[in-house]
């Protein structure tokens, strides 16, 4: 089994909102990572978790908050966001060493008015 | 991170083609990975490679990790037109944590 799973698929939310993406693997892997996906480029690395931990940041605004309560779930919050966050958030998973395949979940789409 | 060429930007071909795109770096790598991304959806992994020259396949899929290891190409035999979306490379530089990709190939098949 290599399914990462994500809720919710499409999100929309006001610049005041606070709300809460939600991924979790169940291949046993202890590296967990947060992805944003704009429109026709690649993904862009936001959080590394490694053993539950955060080992990196990838100079991410305050506004989004990730957390990872065991090691199957990694959730990201978030507060405050603009319309440019906007984008295809993406959550994947892998063995932490540092050459080991990532594996994508399918993705929920953030839409901030 | 260190920036993958990939190549070409997009492809329009006809059902039964192959097809083949590459990926090269300026620095070595220690992994390269193949993903597929249909519109809305998260990538999925089509090939991994792991060593040096190795030419792995997967059905109609066959990629190759580069002997120089700043390389990679995946090649699509008798495409078929659920072939169609972004295929990125992907891959471990040998100094470096985070998982590089190159821009994709967006490609188009008419049956």
């Known amino acids: 089994d290599t399914e990462v799973t994500q809720t919710p698929k499409h999100l929309v939310m006001g610049m005041t909102n606070k709300k809460s993406l939600k991924c979790e693997q169940h291949?046993?892997?202890?590296?967990m990572y947060w992805y944003k996906q704009k429109a026709k480029k690649p993904p862009e690395l936001m959080f590394v978790?490694?053993?539950?931990?955060?080992?990196i940041n990838e100079s991410v605004p305050s506004r989004f908050s990730p957390e990872c309560p065991n090691s199957s779930l990694l959730n990201l919050h978030l507060h405050a966001l603009q319309p440019e966050d906007s984008a295809l958030y993406l959550c994947a998973s892998s063995q932490p060493h540092s050459t080991d395949t990532q594996y994508f979940g399918p993705g929920t789409r953030l839409t901030v008015l | 991170g260190q920036q993958l060429n990939q190549s070409p930007q997009s492809m329009f071909i006809q059902e039964g083609e192959d097809v083949s795109m590459n990926c090269t770096s300026s620095s070595i790598f220690n992994t390269w990975l193949w993903y597929k991304q249909d519109p809305g959806e998260g990538p999925v992994l089509l090939i991994a490679?792991?060593?040096?020259?190795e030419l792995t396949s997967n059905g109609r899929l066959t990629a190759q990790f580069g002997i120089t290891r700043k390389d990679s190409f995946l090649n699509i035999s008798a495409s078929i037109p659920s072939d169609v979306g972004i295929y990125f490379c992907a891959g471990y530089p040998n100094s470096g944590y985070a998982l590089n990709f190159g821009k994709g190939t967006s490609l188009l098949v008419t049956p």
């Open positions: 978790y490694s053993y539950e931990k955060l080992s």
């Open positions: 291949m046993g892997h202890r590296a």
């Open positions: 490679l792991y060593k040096a020259g």
